[in-house]
């Protein structure tokens, strides 16, 4: 089970923020967010030693701390690369495998304006990436009086398909179209972020039922898969969108995610161009 990748690669995609896999010392998987938050390629971090990117000086307690953890453990590090500081979460989850979640400790104030767009926004379409959207949706979520609110996702169908066809520039224009198209639809109090190469999710104050959503659902996804031109031709694409409402006993942010990506997956496997209700 360990050296299933594709397993590793779907619990990652559960953890929101920066995480990663560590097969005893090594780096065995990471989501999209660590790459970006180390500043290195994913490269050249899958398959090295956690510890070899840390400064020198850290080194031997990160080793001893890994080694050590039974349940989960918080420690602090800076980047051999950027002397970043950051926090590292880890949890065993068996004898050999411990998920790691990474965070910044830097103040924004230190930070520069480049390094806080790197940390916070999606390169490609400049909305929030995965890690800020599931960090506001989990503080909506735990805040003393729980607004009701809704979650909008939607993904582009068969991205790779355009990818084949018309190339990866043309397949990045149709997400920041797709983007520009959803962020015409919200209000000022809606979140709105990248989650994945293929999908976004929206984070709404509503208290509408699942008919008015889905009825808003509908309409997004009719506007959002519009063909786009690009280099004077027109691309097409279709879209799946899911809906959810959440209420004042709102899931945990893992469980949300944990539904969408089988969601996700469902709607892919059924050819997409769908609107669905998601239960949580």
Not at 30 to 42: H, K
Request: glycine share 6%.
């Amino acid at each position: 089970m360990a050296d299933d990748a594709e397993w590793l690669t779907a619990l990652l995609r559960c953890m929101p923020g920066a995480a990663m896999i560590l097969e005893g010392q090594e780096i065995k998987a990471v989501n999209n967010d660590l790459p970006q938050l180390f500043g290195i390629p994913r490269l050249r971090i899958t398959g090295s030693p956690l510890v070899d990117l840390i400064l020198p000086e850290q080194q031997d307690g990160l080793r001893t701390c890994i080694d050590a953890l039974e349940g989960s453990a918080l420690y602090s590090v800076r980047l051999a690369s950027s002397f970043m500081p950051l926090s590292f979460t880890m949890r065993r989850i068996s004898d050999r495998l411990v998920v790691v979640s990474a965070r910044s400790t830097e103040t924004e104030h230190q930070l520069s304006a480049a390094a806080r767009g790197a940390l916070t926004h999606d390169a490609v379409t400049g909305l929030a990436n995965r890690y800020v959207v599931l960090e506001e949706l989990h503080r909506r979520l735990h805040r003393g009086s729980v607004q009701p609110m809704a979650i909008i996702a939607v993904w582009v169908d068969d991205l790779g398909a355009v990818v084949e066809s018309s190339g990866h520039r043309a397949a990045e224009h149709v997400c920041r179209q797709v983007a520009e198209r959803l962020s015409t639809r919200l209000r000022g109090s809606d979140m709105l972020g990248r989650i994945d190469d293929h999908a976004f999710l929206a984070v709404l104050v509503s208290d509408s039922d699942l008919d008015e959503l889905t009825a808003v659902a509908d309409r997004l996804r009719d506007e959002v898969s519009f063909p786009v031109e690009f280099n004077s031709t027109l691309v097409s694409f279709t879209a799946s969108v899911l809906v959810a409402s959440i209420g004042t006993k709102p899931p945990s942010v893992e469980r949300i995610v944990a539904r969408l990506e089988a969601a996700g997956q469902k709607a892919a496997a059924t050819g997409g161009n769908c609107t669905d209700i998601l239960k949580l």
